[in-house]
């Protein structure tokens, strides 16, 4: 947990001990880069607004080394366009001060949580140049592997699992992030990201389409 609020941490940690999480708690992002490099966790509570380096620049740094990390954005920002920043540079979700500890433990246990498609469902998956090994967790598009978040990976095993039906955000929110409320512009983001990994030109997408007026569809090919 990355926050300088030593009060609100000692909450936080208490009810994610309870709930059998293991947490350390640093007050500003260069401990956090620090930690990271020296053991890196599995997820990561990070405020966007920090002494010195700022949460955005941390999870921009983290993303650079760490793809995998899972990353949950805490911020007292109101503003859609800040909430959206966190999204933009790697995080897979956010909450918004004040929020119930309670709430915090259940999307930390979400996001711990691999969803889209598990390890269990078998051959890899191909949609036109992408492939995917749900075995490995790993994708490629043209024999060239993909940096993927965890989240980004999740999100493109259950459209390739699902070839040619359209998802709602809030569909998509409830299969792939296990949540079944929340700003749907997280979906929005994750999307938007995915497209810039996978497609040929991410402005003009040809494998993740928009279906106006409900939300996006997989073309295999």
């Known amino acids: 947990m990355v926050d300088d609020d030593a009060t609100l941490a000692e909450v936080v940690i208490g009810y994610l001990e309870r709930a059998g999480h293991?947490?350390?708690?640093?007050?500003?992002?260069?401990?956090?880069?620090?930690?990271?490099?020296?053991?890196?966790?599995?997820?990561?509570?990070l405020d966007l607004m920090l002494p010195g380096v700022d949460?955005?620049?941390?999870?921009?740094?983290?993303?650079?080394?760490?793809?995998?990390?899972?990353?949950?954005?805490?911020?007292?920002?109101?503003?859609?366009e800040d909430r959206i920043a966190g999204l933009e540079v790697g995080a897979d979700?956010?909450?918004?001060k004040p929020f119930s500890p309670r709430e915090l433990v259940l999307r930390v246990d979400a996001l711990l949580r691999r969803g889209g498609l598990s390890a269990d469902s078998g051959q890899p998956l191909v949609a036109g140049l992408v492939t995917l090994d749900p075995l490995a967790r790993r994708a490629s598009r043209d024999g060239r592997e993909l940096v993927l978040t965890n989240r980004e990976l999740d999100l493109l095993a259950f459209l390739m699992a699902h070839p040619g039906q359209a998802f709602s955000r809030a569909d998509l929110m409830r299969q792939v992030w296990g949540w079944t409320f929340g700003d749907q512009s997280t979906v929005t983001v994750h999307v938007r990201r995915l497209r810039e990994k996978v497609e040929a030109d991410p402005r003009n997408p040809t494998l993740?389409?928009?279906?106006?007026?409900?939300?996006?569809?997989?073309?295999?090919a």
């Open 93 to 96: 979700d956010y909450v918004t």
């Open 22 to 45: 293991r947490i350390r708690h640093v007050s500003n992002g260069a401990d956090a880069l620090a930690q990271v490099q020296v053991m890196p966790p599995d997820l990561m509570l």
């Open 208 to 220: 993740i389409q928009t279906v106006w007026g409900i939300g996006y569809r997989l073309e295999r």
């Open 55 to 80: 949460g955005i620049e941390v999870c921009r740094r983290v993303r650079a080394e760490h793809p995998d990390l899972r990353v949950l954005m805490l911020t007292a920002l109101g503003e859609a």
